[in-house]
């Protein structure tokens, strides 16, 4: 394959879609065409040509889906491919030095954009091509046409995706805890499992876990944006830096609250004691800890204790959680007193029912250090995402609604996507499926 590909443009491209079905006020329906564009990233800013290869718009206000274009495989463009032609009418690509850009027709309404494609970078030394899968994600985009006439033009830039760096991912999460046989809630048992999902053996030392700060059943408007660039976290827990903990492909560390046998006081649990780290808080660090220790399994490190006070998830199930390391790569990383001193930070917004302002004190985390990460929240309480879409484009659930006791015993886990690799497409509502909780699941 050789560079030098220019593919038609999309800009002429308009798509009619079809309801199936008869409605009564079909008359009344408004359709409007606009325009949506996608740019790529200063990563692939060399890249040769890129390509559109799903398109799916949801209106939110009637929860219609409009699949403009049906994921589809696309090859690498040929070396003797005829200059400005595509092989796939709806395979809408140009020089990537061009924003990709499709015009849609739909009924005027309130949307959320998703869509999928492809990148080609060339590589200097011979002229093949590297293929990136690439995404975009817009929200609450308003298609009407007073915006058109207005000249809106929605945008995003693509979020790359390269399967090749694929390393460790949040594999389970039970932060519900489970129910004694008399009913009542258990929590001490809780867990978090990291998976090597490469097809290398890694080195887990320093592997940080980190859980948000603000909700996402409530959204504020807070000052600074907590969106970017950074994740507001409250309880930060990280494997020493000062070991080897060599981890082959497939492998999973269990990471737990106590790692005791939680079977003599709850029969509807764990044994737990096997687990690989517990995350213990020493009153001498937070003086709201009444942690008990394990002295026979090894403790994270305490970056920092939320609200003083040892790490009890909460069992709603409300908060976002960070896999990452707390520096550039793993052999360059902040202590846990640099990085507090370097990155606290104070988000406040404005409480409207009382005009008092709020303030919550946090630790950032860059997201250039996030390795995984995933937004949770009871589905029917679910208000915003504390990740952007490069790092996390949807959210989890174990159930619907906060209250739902049926959530005891239930963990969000993550799919197998074949063999021993775990499905890693960065959108945790399609990556994770609410299962019985067992912290020693075996994927493969």
């Known amino acids: 394959m050789r560079t030098r590909f220019l593919f038609m443009v999309a800009t002429a491209l308009t798509f009619a879609v079809c309801i199936s079905g008869c409605r009564k006020d079909e008359e009344k329906i408004k359709y409007v065409t606009q325009e949506l564009r996608f740019d790529l990233p200063e990563e692939l800013a060399n890249a040769t040509s890129a390509s559109i290869n799903k398109l799916m718009l949801k209106n939110m206000n009637t929860g219609e889906v409009f699949n403009i274009m049906q994921p589809m495989e696309v090859a690498a463009p040929a070396a003797t491919a005829a200059k400005g032609k595509s092989s796939n009418a709806l395979y809408a690509a140009q020089a990537a030095a061009q924003p990709l850009r499709v015009k849609v027709t739909v009924p005027e309404g309130l949307y959320n954009i998703e869509m999928e494609g492809t990148a080609y970078v060339a590589l200097p030394k011979d002229g093949e091509a590297s293929t990136f899968a690439i995404k975009a994600y817009l929200e609450n985009v308003s298609i009407t046409e007073a915006d058109i006439a207005l000249g809106a033009v929605s945008s995003a830039t693509f979020i790359p995706q390269n399967p090749k760096d694929a390393t460790w991912v949040i594999a389970e999460i039970l932060f519900a805890g489970t129910q004694t046989p008399e009913g009542k809630q258990y929590m001490y048992n809780n867990y978090i499992r990291i998976y090597n999902n490469s097809d290398r053996t890694l080195n887990a030392a320093g592997l940080t876990i980190a859980e948000s700060e603000l909700l996402t059943v409530s959204k504020n408007d807070y000052t600074p944006s907590p969106l970017f660039p950074n994740f507001p976290a409250a309880?930060?827990?990280?494997?020493?830096?000062?070991?080897?903990?060599?981890?082959?492909?497939?492998?999973?560390?269990?990471?737990?609250?106590?790692?005791?046998?939680?079977?003599?006081?709850?029969?509807?649990?764990?044994?737990?004691?096997?687990?690989?780290?517990?995350?213990?808080?020493?009153?001498?660090?937070?003086?709201?800890?009444?942690?008990?220790?394990?002295?026979?399994?090894?403790?994270?490190?305490?970056?920092?204790?939320?609200?003083?006070?040892?790490?009890?998830?909460?069992?709603?199930?409300?908060?976002?959680?960070?896999?990452?390391?707390?520096?550039?790569?793993?052999?360059?990383?902040?202590?846990?007193?640099?990085?507090?001193?370097?990155?606290?930070?104070?988000?406040?917004?404005?409480?409207?029912?009382?005009?008092?302002?709020?303030?919550?004190?946090?630790?950032?985390?860059?997201?250039?250090?996030?390795?995984?990460?995933?937004?949770?929240?009871?589905?029917?309480?679910?208000?915003?995402?504390?990740?952007?879409?490069?790092?996390?484009?949807?959210?989890?659930?174990?159930?619907?609604?906060?209250?739902?006791?049926?959530?005891?015993?239930?963990?969000?886990?993550?799919?197998?996507?074949?063999?021993?690799?775990?499905?890693?497409?960065?959108?945790?509502?399609?990556?994770?499926?609410?299962?019985?909780?067992?912290?020693?699941?075996?994927?493969?």
């Open 235 to 444: 309880h930060i827990y990280r494997i020493p830096t000062d070991t080897v903990l060599m981890v082959e492909p497939g492998g999973s560390l269990l990471l737990v609250d106590a790692a005791i046998d939680h079977t003599a006081a709850n029969s509807n649990s764990w044994d737990l004691t096997t687990a690989d780290f517990e995350w213990y808080t020493d009153p001498k660090s937070a003086t709201n800890s009444k942690d008990t220790d394990n002295p026979d399994v090894p403790n994270m490190e305490l970056v920092r204790a939320g609200h003083l006070a040892a790490w009890s998830m909460t069992t709603q199930g409300n908060r976002s959680y960070a896999l990452c390391r707390l520096g550039d790569d793993e052999n360059n990383q902040l202590t846990a007193n640099e990085f507090v001193s370097t990155y606290s930070n104070v988000y406040k917004y404005v409480f409207a029912a009382t005009g008092r302002t709020m303030s919550s004190s946090c630790v950032d985390i860059p997201h250039k250090w996030i390795i995984d990460a995933v937004n949770c929240a009871p589905s029917s309480k679910w208000e915003w995402n504390l990740f952007p879409p490069s790092l996390d484009m949807g959210y989890t659930h174990v159930v619907a609604d906060a209250s739902d006791k049926t959530r005891y015993g239930k963990s969000m886990r993550r799919k197998v996507k074949s063999g021993i690799v775990l499905q890693d497409t960065n959108n945790s509502t399609v990556d994770f499926e609410a299962v019985n909780a067992n912290p020693f699941h075996k994927f493969n």
